[in-house]
């Protein structure tokens, strides 16, 4: 019964973990402003200045894009702004091939112009604007609308220390979208259909009906050891608590997974998929879900501790889809492996931000602060790519 178990915990977090796809291609949160300087620069398709690509080149994140056949643009404006466009889907391709995801390319947005704006010297990003036009399916299943300044309920369980966190909305229903993600995750979503029929539950459509506010994942990055948290908001816990409870009792009778109980909370570990070890629980309005029991633990903990002991939101803004912040040296290390860049051990972790908006009526802009591009903020990709990685060498 190991597949109920995953695919029960992939509907709830599908549709958030591929986010980090949609933006392949950052000092502080006030500096992120909804318009940029000057505008997005834009130039005809296949002016690529060497000034331009000279400077691309000097940051070690872009210097394979300055290669790469997936840019488009590159050019340098009057005050020494970079302005690029880019073909997501060829930049992202052989990621994504390699790691047996290639129906996802189909999913990430056509193309992406951005401006980049250095301080400090050569190699260096102090701010970052993208536009991402539609269609760009995986972006859709974001929520566009506004919501009120005040953190999410998640931020409740997420103990301090966090070297990296991410913050999403999902459109109203988008998990129980019967077509998400088209052909790309048609198998996905033939194995949660196939729990669905086995359980004689809608399981999607009670997840939609149920989720009540911003999911948020942390990382905690110590001494080489990695630990990841993702807290999902319930407007009523008791049905997803009821289908954990079934889950609990399949993997107990199976010995797929160790059920116990940490102050009045049931939790589940499961962990028999190389690559992919979870422990799961409700408490109170909150879904959680932890890559070790120990981590699991600390959240339930952290809602029960003085507010002053926890990881607080960055408050983002009313109109903010995604964002995510990263000290991390893992996020940074598993970003660089993906651009084929080096990670200087010894430069200390500066803090990246970045915030994903709606723009016009179906474009997305990504908007980032600090000391690396902006998407080298999101924690999802590299945890991904080291759990693909670990399964494909299982």
Same mark, same amino acid.
């Given at each position: 019964?190991?597949?109920?178990?995953?695919?029960?915990?992939?509907?709830?977090?599908?549709?958030?973990?591929?986010?980090?796809?949609?933006?392949?291609?950052?000092?502080?949160?006030?500096?992120?402003?909804?318009?940029?300087?000057?505008?997005?620069?834009?130039?005809?398709?296949?002016?690529?200045?060497?000034?331009?690509?000279?400077? +691309?080149?000097?940051?070690?994140?872009?210097?394979?894009?300055?290669?790469?056949?997936?840019?488009?643009?590159?050019?340098?404006?009057?005050?020494?702004?970079?302005?690029?466009?880019?073909?997501?889907?060829?930049?992202?391709?052989?990621?994504?091939?390699?790691?047996?995801?290639?129906?996802?390319?189909?999913?990430?947005?056509?193309?992406?112009?951005?401006?980049?704006?250095?301080?400090?010297?050569?190699?260096?990003?102090?701010?970052?604007?993208?536009?991402?036009?539609?269609?760009?399916?995986?972006?859709?299943?974001?929520?566009?609308?506004?919501?009120?300044?005040?953190?999410?309920?998640?931020?409740?369980?997420?103990?301090?220390?966090?070297?990296?966190?991410?913050?999403?909305?999902?459109?109203?229903?988008?998990?129980?979208?019967?077509?998400?993600?088209?052909?790309?995750?048609?198998?996905?979503?033939?194995?949660?259909?196939?729990?669905?029929?086995?359980?004689?539950?809608?399981?999607?459509?009670? +997840?939609?009906?149920?989720?009540?506010?911003?999911?948020?994942?942390?990382?905690?990055?110590?001494?080489?050891?990695?630990?990841?948290?993702?807290?999902?908001?319930?407007?009523?816990?008791?049905?997803?608590?009821?289908?954990?409870?079934?889950?609990?009792?399949?993997?107990?009778?199976?010995?797929?997974?160790?059920?116990?109980?940490?102050?009045?909370?049931?939790?589940?570990?499961?962990?028999?998929?190389?690559?992919?070890?979870?422990?799961?629980?409700?408490?109170?309005?909150?879904?959680?879900?932890?890559?070790?029991?120990?981590?699991?633990?600390?959240?339930?903990?952290?809602?029960? +501790?003085?507010?002053?002991?926890?990881?607080?939101?960055?408050?983002?803004?009313?109109?903010?889809?995604?964002?995510?912040?990263?000290?991390?040296?893992?996020?940074?290390?598993?970003?660089?492996?993906?651009?084929?860049?080096?990670?200087?051990?010894?430069?200390?972790?500066?803090?990246?931000?970045?915030?994903?908006?709606?723009?016009?009526?179906?474009?997305?802009?990504?908007?980032?602060?600090?000391?690396?591009?902006?998407?080298?903020?999101?924690?999802?990709?590299?945890?991904?790519?080291?759990?693909?990685?670990?399964?494909?060498?299982?």
């Amino acid at each position: 019964m190991r597949r109920p178990a995953r695919a029960a915990v992939l509907a709830l977090v599908v549709a958030g973990i591929v986010a980090g796809f949609l933006v392949m291609c950052p000092d502080a949160w006030r500096d992120l402003s909804p318009s940029t300087p000057g505008g997005l620069f834009r130039r005809a398709k296949g002016v690529r200045e060497p000034e331009a690509l000279s400077r +691309l080149s000097s940051i070690p994140f872009y210097r394979a894009l300055a290669r790469s056949d997936g840019l488009r643009v590159a050019t340098l404006d009057g005050d020494g702004r970079l302005h690029v466009e880019i073909d997501v889907r060829a930049l992202a391709a052989p990621h994504l091939r390699a790691v047996g995801w290639v129906g996802l390319t189909d999913l990430l947005p056509a193309s992406a112009t951005g401006t980049i704006e250095q301080a400090g010297g050569p190699g260096s990003v102090s701010h970052e604007w993208w536009e991402f036009t539609a269609p760009a399916p995986l972006l859709d299943v974001l929520d566009r609308s506004p919501v009120e300044a005040t953190p999410g309920i998640a931020w409740s369980a997420v103990p301090q220390g966090a070297d990296a966190t991410l913050e999403l909305r999902l459109r109203p229903g988008a998990v129980s979208d019967p077509s998400l993600g088209g052909d790309a995750l048609a198998a996905w979503r033939e194995r949660i259909e196939l729990v669905e029929k086995l359980l004689g539950r809608d399981i999607r459509g009670e +997840l939609a009906a149920d989720l009540a506010g911003p999911i948020v994942v942390a990382i905690y990055d110590k001494a080489g050891e990695l630990d990841a948290l993702a807290i999902v908001p319930l407007v009523r816990s008791d049905r997803v608590s009821g289908l954990l409870q079934t889950v609990f009792g399949l993997g107990a009778l199976t010995d797929r997974a160790a059920i116990r109980s940490y102050r009045e909370v049931t939790t589940g570990s499961f962990g028999a998929d190389p690559g992919l070890k979870i422990s799961v629980a409700v408490d109170g309005p909150l879904f959680i879900a932890a890559t070790s029991q120990g981590r699991l633990e600390s959240a339930i903990d952290a809602r029960r +501790l003085d507010p002053s002991r926890r990881t607080t939101s960055p408050g983002t803004g009313t109109d903010v889809a995604w964002s995510a912040r990263s000290t991390s040296e893992f996020v940074e290390q598993g970003w660089c492996r993906l651009a084929h860049c080096a990670v200087d051990s010894r430069t200390p972790h500066r803090e990246t931000h970045a915030v994903l908006r709606p723009s016009g009526q179906a474009g997305w802009r990504l908007e980032g602060a600090g000391a690396a591009p902006a998407i080298t903020a999101d924690p999802l990709v590299p945890i991904l790519m080291s759990v693909a990685g670990r399964r494909r060498h299982s």
